[in-house]
């Protein structure tokens, strides 16, 4: 089965720093990783697979679809980016591994590609506690959000998980 993406080419281009010229191709892989991970762990596999179904049928209506425009897609927006900006400079061809530069620009280093990917992660970990909150209060709206059972992935509520306590 062919996974339904939740967001589009232009809602990522609408929403980050992602080019309009950026080869979809580029883009669609780091899309589904985080939504096969990040967006998974945090709706719980029986929610995730009802929003997937219902995109794939076109059959996202009412509560369901309001909680993926408000909620979902932003988070998904953000992780994607999360995934994304560490590859983006780089291209496996059959002679080896390439990094693309432009005789126009300047590649940026490690720590600058580092900073983007933690603002990014702030702001994925912000829409999650969103959503998190927003769930806490309305998941009867959503059964499916709370009927995970046996090797379904449960929802995690813990939504700052790169935080430690000691």
Request: charged share 25%; net charge negative.
């Amino acid at each position: 089965m062919a996974t339904a993406l939740f967001i589009s080419r232009t809602d990522l281009v609408k929403n980050s720093i992602i080019d309009g010229n950026t080869d979809t191709d580029l883009l669609i892989q780091y899309v589904k990783i985080s939504q096969e991970i990040h967006i998974q762990s945090a709706l719980g596999s029986k929610l995730y697979n009802k929003i997937s179904e219902d995109i794939a049928s076109g059959t996202l209506i009412g509560d369901y679809l309001a909680l993926v425009t408000d909620y979902v897609q932003p988070m998904l927006i953000h992780y994607a980016m999360v995934d994304f900006l560490p590859f983006c400079a780089y291209q496996v061809k059959s002679g080896g591994i390439y990094k693309h530069s432009s005789e126009n620009s300047e590649t940026v280093n490690k720590d600058e590609v580092d900073f983007l990917v933690q603002k990014e992660r702030n702001f994925a970990e912000h829409y999650t506690r969103r959503f998190v909150d927003f769930m806490c209060f309305n998941s009867t709206k959503f059964p499916e959000y709370t009927s995970n059972t046996d090797s379904d992935i449960r929802p995690d509520k813990d939504s700052n998980s790169s935080t430690w306590v000691l």
